[in-house]
């Protein structure tokens, strides 16, 4: 966790903005001999990528992924698997159309990084927003696809659960519909008013903010390392990282706040296997900062996109009052495409507490 | 981040159980020449100091703190400054009762941490829960005091906005009457009514979650490390690393998922001094993981204390059913002595990241 | 400093094989607007490309750099700068004969890192020795040449003081001479016995070690984090970890074994300036893990090539008895090459340590 | 690696001068379940305790260490164990002369840390010269003894191998003896020899270098992370990171880089059990990085103590020109002490990769 590397011993280093030639990353830290392909990777990418659907950016990216390196075919099995040593992951940028920015090449859009990266480091690389692109989390999904390989039993798993002020039907959840509709909505019936409630605002040159459910199931208990590595903290750590989150909660997150001890009280009974049996799970499957081997629940608030059409109030550059638009081909709810990389960055960091527990206590 | 430190450059090392001889905590990486006495730190320690009123833990720990390294008294000025080196801060532990917890010594308390630590480490230490004793957040607090000599013109304030379901009413914000409450509540018409709803719970045996929220002023533009060490993830991070917290926001955090991109734009306009004037704080003064110069506004959830007089079911070491209730002097709200944490830990990200701002930018 | 991760703030992640596609590094933690194009890095590539001259490597590896991401031209100057964020830099493998190594596929070369490599991660990539082959320090090379630029005022020289044997007349020292022989000698006198030695050795297919020694002039006083990351213990460690490096030592190192205190005494007399001047340096420049102000000299020492054409003795993938020559086009003496690789590492760690020194200190 | 705090998953963190109250350190990371009481310390802190005999430092340091937390007494079986969590241990200083430093005060003692730390930081601390002081390796004997608890069937062992110009006859080496002399020499033969050269330099109030070798057996192939956090670089870092040591070498070190190809081939030959045995061992253990399974072999050079009773030219803190000369009670020679210290650092090292390597790998 430091600049552009996230992870303690499973580490994901990204690199590259929206409109060079090219993005990637290094994941280092690998485990050896896991079977590893673009292949595995490249379905990961194909849920974030854009233009799948008429709710998303028109933009056209391939994002198809290229491994440069740590992996070697086993001339015996005829496998191809990781060898321990750093993997390369590139993907290349192929539509990129820098005039659509020209317009606010000297505006700080509100909302937007422009001002913060400007009065950080001095440079406004206004192409596509440069680094703080979204189009950076590509490197995350792809680095969670390899993550996943790690986790062998352990199932990942994301779903849109509000859009805007419109939540869904938790009655309704159904994991096998989430796929299944261009929202990643586990509740089927939510998905039509979901619909129309984004093409009106695509209409008035407007977007959304939603929230994310990204749930883990078949953790290991005893991942998390107490005090400043908790597994709950790390977690929120990396999906605070994703572009445009301003919230994060673990299990009833918020709402434990309202609750007494004894309705918040995750009650245990002894199981047929002898682990305990949980009787809910408010905790959202870590407490102490350690996984208990329940069902690991976080979510997270996705703000409205910033890059919007309608005109609103800024500055320039000079320091001049100015009226900045977005004409870019932008996501309306950046929220939908949030899915995929909330669930790569839990995997992220799943594996990487994996290999941190094994290595101090054996276990794993 | 990693196991028990915290921080980048600024770097907290915490240590201690609470039912061991002393706590403590190394900070690393402070600026020399910084004048730093007991004096500066006990002030904030007071703040958490179980006991204050009778809506805390009866436990009586003087909570004094000694500075065991890291500074020189110049003989010139009379004056004990840092001298650059490890600071270490000690406190002795003086009101251990092992005894309290000899009825609970091999049954996990629902909602603790007993069982998550037990099922990592393989080892049970029953007393006071050990390292996941929230006794830990004192060497915060303490660590804070020294981060924030190292940000002069930064205000950290934090406040109680809400305990249980009773939230405060945003109109009476008052910083002043922060410090004339047990509570820390910003609202004084609330605390009556706080005061009684606590009372009926302690009464009862039960205990009630409640939500905090940090505000940090005066903070440079420019401070935050993107991508992997924005300064909104470091927040949240260090806010989750705090016991029983189940949520973090930054800004209008999760209500964000409501708006649309219109309403959270935080609109610019030309300010007098050149810098620019921001019409609304929605983002909280972080945009793509950097401060932009507006306050800082986290807030937190603090989960209801999960040790209880009222008896939950639950498991032993055995694996065998039973029943447990906690009769140690537990806070009914823990959620209120988090106040002075949440603001230490908000002092040690800023401080950590002028250094690395300063660092990689020479500004600062 | 981490698996493949170099330095604290100012951060170098290397990846792939001799034998991939290509080879790479991530530069991160660079201050923005710093002027950076390929020619800046090229010059240096070419210092360390095999195939220079008769004495290194037949291998014809162009070895062009492609700066990937990580600047931007500033529209108003012209200037390429870059923005604070990660620097990509790719090589592409060009001239890989897989083939050269068939014969050694399944043995064990010793003093090489097969069984070493093989025995950790159970996989056998033999292609070039994979990750494991000095191909990853044109990395180094192309990331030194970028720390030089955070390092303007430092002057970062290496030279071969040591081949076999054969040690220069440290009389004869002419800075000018080193990029005049194929070599890197700085004592033009030796360079043709140097020459004779090295054809005698090729011809019986054998090897020989070297020493090299880097000096820094110009690094402000100051720098070095002591006690763990002092500046001295970190340039050893990046000299370390070189390739095939056995031995690093600063200032008059080894030698100062056998000195008595007095001899070995750094006298201090007042300088003009008002900064104290030393009258001798076997302090190579560090004293306490910080940096005096005076040249920083280290010296490492390089060990034969350990793929020879000469038959020793080794065992197999299956443990049997068997001989190995390595018919590969390699360097009679690699330290010749390790001379800019100890330059980009000698930079890499002052420019880190520039950030650390800033960051904590506010100075330079 | 940073600052303070050394390794990567089994952490030290020291902190304390000598003439403060007390010094410690805090270690991180350690495995639960593991034995662990004082007297497991105390002995390897005797040996480097100063004022053992007349040849080391008079100074009467009790070097008491209490362990202030990380460890539990398991009622069943009735040892104390570690528990995982921080291990704090506390060195109080008893022996504090500040007034023998009245007459430096103002001075930079040429060889010593006093100008570096005074230019780095703004602040003389000259008691002892406080961070920089020697005394702080107490921590690192400390936190080693924990380290070699971590590595079961691992014996590290240190020895003198050189004192000033003399050097021990290799052919005499008898570990039995190490323990039975004051200078930890491994060669009975030259005992008086160093004693009557010590004596003399004693008595001209002079101070001589050594050579220390430090030797690890049993250590599991496969240690080591490459490429920058290389087993022999991090050996290469513990030890140059120590007080006064100028280089350091693994295996034959400098000596290779005299050696041909053939004749540094650690040769391979079926073993018994299926591992390979090596007919030599010129690399010291490590290949690649990567332990190998053979002894890993570490030397390092000590310089002359710095602190002098013969009179030396020098600058004082107002850059006027003087001479100084060190009454305070030191050692006549160092490397002495540095023997514990040297495998103290090895162990750290060791346990430290082992932790690494099981996380990676699952294996150890």
Same mark, same amino acid.
């Given at each position: !966790?430091?600049?552009?590397?996230?992870?303690?011993?499973?580490?994901?280093?990204?690199?590259?903005?929206? /409109? &060079?030639?090219?993005?990637?990353?290094?994941?280092?830290?690998?485990?050896? &001999?896991? *079977?590893?392909?673009? #292949?595995?990777?490249?379905?990961?990418?194909?849920?974030?990528?854009?233009?799948?659907?008429?709710?998303? @950016?028109?933009?056209?990216?391939?994002?198809?992924?290229?491994?440069?390196?740590?992996?070697?075919?086993?001339?015996?099995?005829?496998?191809?698997?990781?060898?321990?040593?750093?993997?390369?992951?590139?993907?290349?940028?192929?539509?990129?159309?820098?005039?659509?920015?020209?317009?606010?090449?000297?505006?700080?859009?509100?909302?937007?990084?422009?001002?913060?990266?400007?009065?950080?480091?001095?440079?406004?690389?206004?192409?596509?927003?440069?680094?703080?692109?979204?189009?950076?989390?590509?490197?995350?999904?792809? #680095?969670?696809?390899?993550?996943?390989?790690?986790?062998?039993?352990?199932?990942?798993? &994301?779903?849109?659960?509000?859009?805007? *002020? /419109?939540?869904?039907?938790?009655?309704?959840?159904?994991?096998?519909?989430?796929?299944?509709?261009?929202?990643?909505?586990?509740?089927?019936?939510?998905?039509?008013?979901?619909?129309?409630?984004?093409?009106?605002?695509?209409?008035? &040159?407007?977007?959304?903010?939603?929230?994310?459910?990204?749930?883990?199931?078949?953790?290991? %208990?005893?991942?998390?390392?107490?005090?400043?590595?908790?597994?709950?903290?790390?977690?929120?750590?990396?999906? $605070?990282?994703?572009?445009?989150?301003?919230?994060?909660?673990?299990?009833?997150?918020? #709402?434990?706040?309202?609750?007494?001890?004894?309705?918040?009280?995750?009650? $245990?009974? %002894?199981?047929?296997?002898?682990?305990?049996?949980?009787?809910?799970?408010?905790?959202?499957?870590?407490?102490?900062?350690?996984?208990?081997?329940?069902?690991?629940?976080?979510?997270?608030?996705?703000?409205?996109?910033?890059?919007?059409?309608? %005109?609103?109030?800024?500055?320039?550059?000079?320091?001049?009052? @100015?009226?900045?638009?977005?004409?870019?081909? /932008?996501? %309306?709810?950046?929220?939908?495409?949030?899915? *995929?990389?909330?669930?790569? !960055? !839990?995997?992220?960091?799943?594996?990487?507490?994996?290999?941190?527990?094994?290595?101090? @206590?054996?276990?794993?």
């Amino acid at each position: !966790m430091s600049h552009n590397t996230f992870g303690h011993l499973f580490r994901m280093t990204t690199w590259g903005e929206s /409109h &060079g030639p090219a993005i990637g990353c290094v994941v280092d830290g690998c485990p050896p &001999g896991i *079977p590893l392909t673009e #292949a595995d990777i490249q379905g990961f990418l194909d849920k974030r990528k854009p233009g799948q659907s008429r709710y998303t @950016t028109q933009r056209k990216e391939a994002d198809e992924v290229a491994i440069l390196s740590g992996v070697f075919t086993d001339e015996e099995t005829g496998k191809q698997v990781t060898t321990g040593t750093p993997i390369a992951l590139e993907i290349q940028n192929t539509d990129q159309r820098s005039k659509d920015y020209g317009d606010i090449k000297d505006k700080f859009r509100p909302g937007h990084a422009d001002y913060s990266y400007f009065v950080k480091y001095g440079v406004r690389d206004y192409r596509g927003s440069g680094r703080a692109s979204a189009r950076e989390t590509a490197c995350r999904v792809a #680095a969670g696809a390899v993550a996943r390989k790690v986790l062998p039993g352990v199932t990942i798993r &994301g779903a849109l659960v509000q859009m805007g *002020p /419109h939540p869904i039907t938790r009655e309704n959840w159904d994991w096998g519909a989430v796929d299944e509709n261009p929202f990643f909505s586990p509740d089927p019936k939510v998905v039509s008013n979901w619909g129309e409630y984004l093409d009106s605002l695509r209409k008035e &040159g407007n977007s959304c903010g939603a929230v994310i459910e990204v749930v883990a199931e078949g953790v290991p %208990p005893g991942l998390g390392a107490p005090i400043y590595a908790k597994l709950d903290q790390d977690i929120c750590s990396a999906l $605070m990282s994703i572009n445009a989150v301003k919230g994060v909660e673990i299990g009833s997150g918020f #709402a434990t706040a309202a609750l007494t001890g004894t309705e918040n009280a995750d009650r $245990m009974r %002894p199981g047929d296997d002898g682990e305990p049996v949980f009787l809910s799970n408010h905790a959202g499957g870590v407490v102490g900062g350690i996984a208990t081997g329940q069902p690991i629940v976080a979510r997270f608030a996705v703000k409205p996109t910033s890059s919007i059409l309608t %005109p609103v109030e800024t500055v320039d550059k000079a320091g001049k009052e @100015t009226d900045v638009s977005t004409k870019g081909r /932008h996501d %309306p709810c950046v929220g939908i495409r949030a899915v *995929p990389i909330g669930e790569a !960055m !839990m995997a992220l960091v799943l594996a990487d507490h994996f290999l941190l527990h094994r290595g101090q @206590t054996g276990k794993g």
